[in-house]
T-cell receptor, first 113, second 111 residues
Framework: GNSVTQMEGPVTLSEEAFLTINCTYT??????LFWYVQYPGEGLQLLLK?????DKGSNKGFEATYRKETTSFHLEKGSVQVSDSAVYFC????????????FGKGTKLSVIP | NAGVTQTPKFQVLKTGQSMTLQCAQD?????MSWYRQDPGMGLRLIHY???????DQGEVPNGYNVSRSTTEDFPLRLLSAAPSQTSVYFC??????????FGSGTRLTVV
């Protein structure tokens, strides 16, 4: 079946540090890949997505590249801010008309001044 | 603003009580789903629907019922609340594969 594995947190970084949150997946076919962000007390928001191999999704300074050869979709940001403190979820949709998303367990990021 | 609206935001129930969590979307999305979020467990799918009149079970359906009489609404019913159902519940909708829009959640405590 489909699965998503994220690095376990929590992750604590100083402001302006480089961020990487690892995400690997298992899926058959050609899945689409997503990163969602959840700020404290809120629902999940779509951060970025990639629909095919070698695509790069980007938004708000965050980037992730769909690597089919390593089945990975790692989230990166060059310089984090306190306002980036949140929980980040990697997810996949298996494609072929499916609506369902399979989520990783989430990685909590705390950025300290 | 367009989006997914969940009510109530907070609820405390006694064991054995029943209640309905409301979810409405105004984006004409055909797909709607309910998740629960518990510490260390991530998001777990309870029930989902691919259109009016069609519902199906997710990963953790026991103790919950759903119906989808209209495209807009997808209520979640707790039949007889148990402390194990203490959680944060999220409703989500989508028009096509991926790209979910989530509601802001209902924090439920069962005592």
């Amino acid at each position: 079946g489909n699965s998503v594995t994220q690095m376990e947190g929590p992750v604590t970084l100083s402001e302006e540090a480089f961020l990487t949150i690892n995400c690997t997946y298992t899926a058959t076919g050609y899945p689409s890949l997503f990163w969602y962000v959840q700020y404290p007390g809120e629902g999940l928001q779509l951060l970025l997505k990639a629909t095919k191999a070698d695509d790069k999704g980007s938004n708000k300074g965050f980037e992730a590249t769909y690597r089919k050869e390593t089945t990975s979709f790692h989230l990166e940001k060059g310089s984090v801010q306190v306002s980036d403190s949140a929980v980040y979820f990697c997810a996949l949709n298996p494609g072929a008309g499916s609506y369902q998303l399979t989520f990783g367990k989430g990685t909590k990021l705390s950025v300290i001044p | 603003n367009a989006g997914v609206t969940q009510t109530p935001k907070f609820q405390v129930l006694k064991t054995g009580q029943s209640m309905t969590l409301q979810c409405a979307q105004d984006m004409n999305h055909e797909y709607m789903s309910w998740y629960r979020q518990d510490p260390g467990m991530g998001l777990r799918l309870i029930h989902y629907s691919v259109g009016a009149g069609i519902t199906d079970q997710g990963e953790v359906p026991n103790g919950y019922n759903v119906s989808r009489s209209t495209t807009e609404d997808f209520p979640l019913r707790l039949l007889s609340a148990a402390p194990s159902q203490t959680s944060v519940y999220f409703c989500a909708s989508s028009r096509s594969s991926g790209g979910y829009t989530f509601g802001s959640g209902t924090r439920l405590t069962v005592v």
